[in-house]
């Protein structure tokens, strides 16, 4: 299919009216973070996960580590080969997930380090396992927390669980939410960095359709 045709094909503009809200938000959430107008709601939620009992941090500290990549990567790579072997017609998806996660790493690193945008502060850090890294620090001289990797990461493990192992939604979709609650409960991130990830995956979620649909119309 040549690029005009493509370009009118209502699944491709469909995926994109999709995504492009959005991305837009997504925009706007960054010109918001820059001028500093989520201090108060990211301060006020984070001030709201202190002063828990230690049992909760300690839960969530070990809970969330379990969303470090060094964790999630084997994983998925181990699924991911077996998939690809087992199931051919989802070759294009699965290439889709994984450029999914390299270039989402990516991006967040580069705007980890490039973002005037400050981690939460001493005050709300309450990881008692802090320093307890296989790969530390596995972000290279950043100075911002937005977005959250984590975030980012289990919610596209949720997508490629809903695809594919359907069984263990609820368990996966559980497993996300309290490590999104967690990181900031811990520290690691504001609740903006959280909301940010989010959109990032909601931008990515229509085109995993259209890169199964538009393969299936080929076969």
């Known amino acids: 299919m040549n690029g005009s ?35 108060y709601p990211d301060r006020a939620l984070s001030m709201a996960l202190s002063g828990l009992p230690a049992p909760f941090y300690e839960f969530w500290a070990i809970l969330c580590r379990s969303g470090n990549v060094e964790i999630e990567l084997p994983i998925l790579m181990v699924a991911g080969t077996l998939l690809w072997r087992q199931r051919r017609e989802e070759r294009p998806v699965l290439l889709f997930f994984l450029a999914a996660l390299f270039f989402g790493t990516l991006l967040e690193h580069l705007l980890k380090m490039n973002l005037p945008r400050y981690a939460p502060t001493e005050e709300f850090q ?39 192992y359907p069984r263990l939604r609820f368990a996966v979709l559980t497993w996300a939410l309290l490590i999104m609650a967690g990181v900031v409960a811990l520290g690691w991130h504001w609740s903006s960095d959280v909301a940010g990830s989010v959109l990032l995956v909601l931008i990515l979620r229509p085109w995993i359709d259209y890169t199964a649909n538009h393969h299936q119309k080929k076969i």
């Open 126 to 164: 309450h990881d008692p396992l802090t320093g307890w890294e296989i790969f530390y620090p596995a972000h290279f001289h950043v100075i911002s927390s937005f977005p959250s990797g984590h975030t980012f990461r289990v919610l596209l493990i949720l997508l490629f669980v809903d695809r594919y």
């Open 5 to 39: 045709a493509l370009l009118r094909s209502s699944p491709w503009r469909q995926a994109l009216s999709a995504s492009f809200p959005f991305f837009l938000l997504f925009l706007g959430l960054i010109l918001l973070l820059m001028a500093h107008r989520t201090v």
